[in-house]
């Protein structure tokens, strides 16, 4: 893996293959994290590996729905950390806002592993963007002291000054019952995920369908640009469809490798 | 998971994942195979998680291609032993031929450790089959004494009495490469793989595009089967496009969750 040059035409997947597989010998993931993972790379397969318009209007609406928050968090889950923290740590920074660890299967040892290495990810985000805030980010997720309400087991932990409180919330690869349980709060929750027909994907207030590494860059591109706003009629249902059509048409043409 | 009951609609689904996990912490598999299983899945996902129409005409096309042959041979990776070991031994006795374990990221561990757990499930097997000659299965994989020509690393290493003079293979879950080298010496290259699109799917004999467990349980009934006989006119082509379509299908619908 380690020989893979950038110029391979599937570079940025077999990296990002390469870094869950050494995020799970560090013990940041759950033992589905990969399978999870496998399921989202097919799906991406699906959408061309690139980011489509639909994905990309979402894209926008959720940076123009987290700037327009009073207290929006962003959500991160051992995927993310291990994938695009850098870059979600960045997001955070432009928003003045935390980050909260909220993992599905949660042990000390996990969290441990996970905040070591978003804290090592602040040192390499602080160089990529030197002119954003990101020593001031918040990163919670070791000490919850409080319930997301309506769910069970130890997924429902959360923090009173994150995710409990916040009014919108960036959520990566989202579990569908804690999807439902944040909407039913009333919060504006957006989520990132590649299947167009998930739980999560209909529940979701915003759904962006792309790659994590993917369309969190360009979500920090809008967050930096000074002219962005929320769509008045957002219509995520017509959005998911837009998705599956991309999909189709691709897998109908039937000609990837 | 343990809770999950066998009433659950995902509940197959949910055991194969499990067996996975486990093996992965019993050292069966390389890092990216549960990845590589996470892509099935959402294939799977696209067929219905069922075995379609195409799917069964290449599991027959594929029993009696390998009970016409003079010499089969199973060829077994590390997730085919974790999910499909006993049902793989069962066909294998059915044919009265060896399997052989030939795995492309090869550690002397992971070898020992996938010798092990399939000579545990030779036990689950026979008392599922009293009537077939399990316990006379030869387990090849230990000790390559050839390699497949034109491919180069480790995963050219095969038995001379196994896979190198095999004039029919199954072949779960191939590489590309290994799939094309096998078929450019002249072999009856039958793959089982869940992307219709893939390189390995496009160039073998016969391409079984269904989940691996359920496809190995029917294989071993048309094994089985007295009247059996390869078609005349077998068109893989035609087979992996009438795949795609019911995938196409499915996705059109978008109504699963």
């Given amino acids: 893996m380690g020989d893979v040059p950038p110029s391979h035409p599937r570079y940025a997947s077999l990296m990002s293959r390469k870094r869950l597989t050494e995020a799970a010998s560090r013990g940041m993931l759950a033992g589905s994290a990969l399978i999870a993972h496998g399921r989202g790379e097919a799906f991406d ?3 061309g590996e690139r980011t489509s318009a639909p994905g990309r209007a979402a894209i926008r609406e959720t940076a123009a729905r987290l700037r327009a928050a009073s207290r929006p968090v962003l959500s991160l889950n051992g995927n993310a950390v291990a994938l695009a923290g850098a870059d979600l740590l960045a997001c ?3 928003l003045n806002c935390p980050v909260e660890i ?15 290495a978003l804290e090592e990810m602040r040192a390499e985000a602080m160089a990529a963007h030197p002119d954003l805030p990101i020593a001031a980010v918040e990163i919670l997720g070791a000490a919850p002291d409080a319930r997301i309400p309506g769910l069970d087991g130890p997924r429902a932990n959360c923090h009173a000054e994150g995710i409990l409180s916040a009014d919108a919330l960036l959520v990566p690869l989202e579990d569908g019952d804690r999807c439902e349980a944040l909407v039913g709060l009333g919060k504006t929750v957006c989520v990132i995920d590649l299947n167009p027909m998930s739980r999560t994907a209909k529940t979701a207030c915003v759904t962006i369908v792309d790659e994590l590494t993917r369309c969190v860059r360009l979500l920090l591109e809008d967050l930096l640009s ?11 249902e017509q959005n998911l469809e837009d998705s599956l059509q991309v999909m189709l048409r691709n897998l109908g043409s039937g000609s990837q490798d």
């Fill in 45 to 47: 397969y699906l959408l």
């Fill in 92 to 94: 955070a920074a432009a």
């Fill in 226 to 236: 000074p002219d962005l706003v929320a769509s008045e009629n957002w219509r995520n």
């Fill in 102 to 116: 909220n993992i599905y299967y949660r042990t000390p040892e996990r969290m441990d592993a996970l905040l070591a």
